[in-house]
């Protein structure tokens, strides 16, 4: 008797410490798994519901996706109307008090940050996926250390034993971007103040951090599909203003960028905004290094 409580006794012991092991955090998208992982470590679990290579307005939401919130202890999303169209029904489903809005669970990644492009009256019409500012801020450098530094208090305080090692890998992250951003603001420099176009508007804080201007888009308005009509004004405008690059991701349509393209003498430039959406980008920073490269390819010919 006193043996099988001491096995017990163990057994439990042992089951607590490996629950206690891992955090168990849920990501919306890549961007915020990949800069999660590198904060973490080996002391979280991370799973991004949205793959690299889906529209982050338009995720098919999963019933397994439900499991995966009813048993995180974190979530981290944007929480700037980018995963409206999925999220909300989904932690609805899974009620996990965990992650309610204002718990140390619920990472809403936009806090604190401005967002560029609100508009002075908030209007859906049309379509428009973008109605209370651009919810694309992860791909400016600068944003994205902020945010790498909010998930890492959340994590030091959900989990205080390992607080430690969040803040000294969420330093690391910071001091990586910096030295990264003297490289990629020098490979860049001499195309600042050029415009570019893009299929759908979502490299606003990029082009702001590196001096573009991307400011002709094949969608006419964020979230709907380019018209004949639209894409001849598109064509007019890459022609007047003598633009080299026209920016895609992967869940676009090339083929329409391909036409405006070879009706323009501009480049199509397979871009991406989550690492591991093209190959070498695991992590955050090697995004931005194959972004840097691509771009500098196509505005050198
Ligand atoms: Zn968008």
Same mark, same amino acid.
């Not at 888009?217 to 979230?223: S, Y």
């Given at each position: 008797m006193k043996l099988s409580i001491t096995i017990l006794l163990t057994t439990l012991a042992a089951c607590t410490g490996t629950a206690r092991a891992k955090l168990n955090v849920v990501t919306t998208l890549a961007d915020y798994a990949a800069i999660a992982r590198e904060i973490g470590g080996d002391h979280v679990e991370i799973t991004s519901m949205a793959k690299p290579t889906e529209d982050p307005h338009f995720v098919?939401?999963? #019933?397994?996706f439900v499991v995966k919130l009813r048993a995180a202890d974190i979530l981290i999303e944007g929480g700037a109307e980018l995963e409206v169209g999925w999220l909300p029904p989904l932690l609805q489903t899974a009620r996990n008090s965990k992650l309610e809005t204002g718990a140390v669970g619920r990472v809403q990644a936009s806090e604190g940050i401005r967002l560029l492009d609100v508009p002075a009256t908030l209007s859906r019409a049309a379509g428009d996926v973008h109605a209370s500012g651009n919810p694309h801020f992860m791909i400016d450098p600068i944003i994205a250390k902020a945010v790498a530094a909010h998930i890492a208090r959340a994590f030091a305080t959900a989990d205080p034993a390992n607080a430690a090692s969040y803040v000294t890998n969420e330093k690391k992250f910071e001091s990586t971007i910096d030295a990264k951003l003297q490289e990629w603001g020098k490979a860049l420099l001499p195309f600042r103040g050029q415009h570019l176009a893009a299929y759908h508007d979502d490299w606003l804080y990029f082009a702001r951090r590196f001096g573009f201007e991307v400011d002709v888009?094949?969608? #006419?308005? #964020?979230?709907v599909p380019p018209s004949p009509k639209h894409l001849a004004e598109v064509i007019g405008q890459i022609k007047s203003v003598h633009i080299k690059a026209i920016l895609v991701e992967p869940?676009?349509?090339r083929k329409i960028a391909e036409k405006v393209a070879s009706s323009t003498g501009a480049h199509v430039v397979d871009g991406a905004q989550y690492p591991e959406a093209l190959p070498n980008t695991a992590t955050y920073v090697q995004l931005i290094d194959v972004l840097v490269a691509r771009l500098t390819t196509a505005l050198k010919n």
């Open positions: 098919d939401a999963r #019933p397994s888009f094949l969608e #006419p308005k #964020p979230g869940f676009h349509n």
